[in-house]
């Protein structure tokens, strides 16, 4: 049970990486076939400055991602959490016409109903390098290829064939690849006066199925000029929907019941965020995501159960070696409040 569990929690994870700013769910991959691009839709903007992907040669930051995830069966004692933390250390470099930015592992913690699975410093060898062209677009993601055994090293005792599941070097790839179209992605080119607006449009049966992003204001960050963006999604709540089944599966099972015999009554999912970046670099500085649900199902005896979700993803930077023609007087960390 823990590993589907886990497993799902790394579903949830994905989800919520692409739904802080305006990505699509999955990884950008070569193919014979053309993939199908999420339609975009433009508000009107009062100037003519748009976003525009030029981090300075040289720059070095680290970057730290935090997701909770909590679910509870309302009026019984059923609940799971699920945890992680990972810190990298990104180098960004320019080659020619294309940007290679440079991120590297430096610590992992997942945790699992308060219990850990793994925890600890990194050893050289979880990296992972963007190939990025002139115009933003993300070309190609390479490395991750040692991530399996490195990550066997952190492993709580009795831990590793469960961690081994979930944390694959495809998951940490999708993680590295959404986190670019996050903070980058569609939003390079777009306008950045505030007021300014567009909405992505997802590939039906996409989770995410759209996402309306808003220039909500200017201000200072790290001593530069940040815009403030905040993205609002429309979801398809059957993600959610699962999770809420396998834990009340879990209950069910316990008590001697049948839980192929739980049905989906009615479910409600609310995704809003916002972040802080650079419109003249798209160097980021901070990112934050809340996140609700409920669902409503029917148990074997038609017991009617409902299951309570929220989650707080929260990404804070860390610059501490930026080329001197952009470096602020001291080092900044830059954070984001949660999304009200």
Known sequence: MIIRQVSQLARLGLVVTAAVGVSSVGCEKKSSAPAQSPALTSGTAATNQTFRFAPPDGTSFMRHDK????????GIPARTVDEHELEWKVDVRKK?????????????????????????????????????????????????DKTADRLKELASPGMRPTLEKV???????????????????ETIGRQAAPGSSWTVTNPPGSFIASRKVTVEQTEPCGGRTCARLRVDAKVDTRVLAEAAVALVASRVRDIGGDPTKITVQSASYGLSGAML???????????????????????????????ESKGLTEITYSYSA???????????????AAAE
């Open 67 to 74: 997701h909770r995830e909590e679910r509870a069966i309302v």
């Open 96 to 144: 020619g016409d294309q940007y290679r930015v440079k991120q590297e592992l430096k610590h992992a913690t997942f945790k699992k109903d308060g219990q850990t699975l793994a925890d600890g410093d990194v050893k050289d060898g979880i990296q992972a390098e963007l190939v990025i062209d002139r115009d933003g677009n993300l070309v190609e993601v390479r490395g991750l």
């Open 167 to 185: 944390i694959t070097p495809q998951y940490l790839a999708d993680v590295v690849a959404n986190r670019y179209r996050v903070l980058f992605g």
């Open 277 to 307: 970046t650079e419109p003249s670099t798209m160097l980021s500085h901070g990112a934050s995501i809340a996140e609700i649900g409920s669902v409503t199902v029917l148990g074997p005896n038609q017991q009617q159960m409902t299951v």
């Open 322 to 336: 930026l080329p001197v023609a952009s470096k602020p007087d001291t080092s900044t960390t830059s954070g984001i």
